[in-house]
C-alpha cells in the first residue's frame, strides 16, 4: 500500500460507513447530514484560530525558555504553567492536541504535556465560573480540586506507563512538525 492511501485509510474507511449508514437508514439520514454540516462548520470556525496562536506560539518563544519553564526538571512551576495554559485555553479538546504537538516541539516534558491536556478537557476558567453560578462556589471549587488531583496522578501514571523509546518517538515526530 502506497503511503497516502495508508495515511487516510481509516478517514475513507469512516467515510464508506458513513455512506453505507446514510443508503441502509434513509430516516436517519437528513439529521446525520446536518450533524456533519454541523460540525465542520464547527471545526472550520474553531482550527484556524488556534493554528494562527499556534504559528504564533512557535515562533515568539524561544525553545530555550520553553525548556527551563516546562522542560524535564522545571518542578512545580512547569506544572503550574501547564495547568494555567491549558486552564485559560480556548476551544475544544481536540484543539489541544496540535498545542501539545508544538509544546512537545519546544522542549516541554511529557508530564506537563499530560497535565496541559489534562487541565484543557477538565479546569477551564469559564467552565469553573459557570458552575460556581449555576452549581455554587463549594462544588466547583471541590470539583476544580479533585480534578487537579487527579490530572497529576493520571499524568504520572501515564508517565510510567509509556515506554521511554515511545516517548522518544512521539518527540521525534513532533520535531519534524512545521
Known amino acids: 500500500m502506497n503511503k497516502s492511501f495508508k495515511r487516510y485509510l481509516s478517514t ?13 437508514f434513509p430516516a436517519w439520514r437528513d439529521k446525520a447530514v446536518t450533524s456533519i454540516f454541523f460540525q465542520t462548520k464547527t471545526m472550520l470556525l474553531v482550527i ?14 524561544p525553545r530555550e525558555k520553553m525548556t527551563r519553564y516546562m522542560g524535564t526538571g522545571s518542578g512545580f512551576k512547569g506544572t503550574g504553567l501547564a495547568f494555567l495554559l491549558g486552564s485559560f485555553a480556548a476551544g ?7 498545542f501539545a504537538a508544538v509544546l512537545m516541539k519546544k522542549g516541554a516534558s ?7 491536556i489534562g487541565a484543557w478537557s477538565t479546569t477551564k476558567i469559564p467552565m469553573l465560573l459557570f458552575e460556581m453560578a449555576a452549581l455554587g462556589k463549594r462544588f466547583a471549587l ?3 480540586a479533585i480534578d ?7 499524568a504520572g501514571a501515564i508517565k510510567l506507563a ?8 512521539l518527540y521525534d515526530q513532533a520535531e519534524q512538525i512545521d
Open 12 to 24: 475513507i474507511v469512516i467515510s464508506l460507513a458513513f455512506i453505507a449508514f446514510i443508503v441502509f
Open 48 to 61: 484556524p484560530p488556534i493554528f494562527i496562536l499556534l504559528g504564533l506560539f512557535d515562533v515568539w518563544i
Open 92 to 98: 475544544p479538546l481536540y484543539g489541544a492536541f496540535p
Open 110 to 116: 511529557f508530564t506537563n504535556i499530560l497535565i496541559f
Open 142 to 144: 471541590s470539583r476544580l
Open 148 to 154: 487537579i488531583v487527579g490530572i497529576i496522578i493520571i
Open 162 to 169: 509509556v515506554p521511554k523509546k515511545e516517548m522518544t518517538r
